[in-house]
């Protein structure tokens, strides 16, 4: 198997103070080459091997833990170990006002290397995402004591999207 991905984000926009002609406007931009990392396959800067897709449905107050050394599987089911993180991206697809996603460590073997710490937690707020990208150190992840990524639902029922590129 070998993995080659492209992990972009883009943003653009017009900022209007004002109306009709003492009106005035910006617009500008952030360049995706500025903003792009190109994967190849391997190990190192720039480089993964593993990737997880997954999605699903968590219901409400109710936690998801994903165990990232030696549970999870790929898109052709084979078992994948993580030792890093390059690029991880998570959307929640719920539509409802509060209704969020929260991501952070479990109470067991959290995965803390991401968020800095093993209690802390990020907020996808509806049809929010999160991409996160560190393609030259990635996010180590230590199977039995740091390989635990919680997902929980707030507020409501979600259906959320996960890749992970990884080593």
């Known amino acids: 198997m070998a993995l080659a991905g492209k992990v972009q984000a883009q943003m653009n ?6 109306t009709g002609i003492e009106a005035v406007a910006a617009s500008a931009g952030i360049t995706p080459s500025d903003w ?22 968590i219901s409400s107050g109710a936690n998801l833990d ?7 599987t790929d898109v052709f089911g084979n078992t994948i170990t993580l030792a890093k993180i390059k690029a991880i991206a998570i959307r929640n697809k ?13 109470a067991t ?15 996808i707020g509806p049809t929010g995402f999160w991409l996160h990208n560190s393609p030259v ?27 992970i590129f990884g080593e």
């Not at 990392?37 to 720039?46: A, P, W």
């Not at 994903?66 to 999870?72: N, Q, R, S």
């Not at 290397?113 to 907020?123: E, V, Y």
Request: aromatic fraction near 6%.
């Open 137 to 163: 150190d990635g996010f180590a992840i230590t199977g039995g004591t740091g390989d635990i990524l919680r997902l929980t639902a707030s507020g409501g029922a979600v259906d959320y999207e996960l890749v």
């Open 13 to 18: 926009w017009q900022y209007t103070n004002g």
């Open 109 to 123: 073997n959290p995965v803390s290397t991401i968020l800095g710490g093993t209690s802390p937690s990020l907020k």
């Open 36 to 57: 792009t990392t190109n994967y190849q396959d391997g190990t190192g800067s720039g480089k993964a091997q593993k990737l997880i897709v997954k999605q699903g449905s």
């Open 94 to 106: 719920a539509t409802g006002t509060g209704v969020n996603l929260l991501v952070g460590g479990s």
């Open 66 to 72: 994903l165990d990232l050394a030696g549970v999870l």
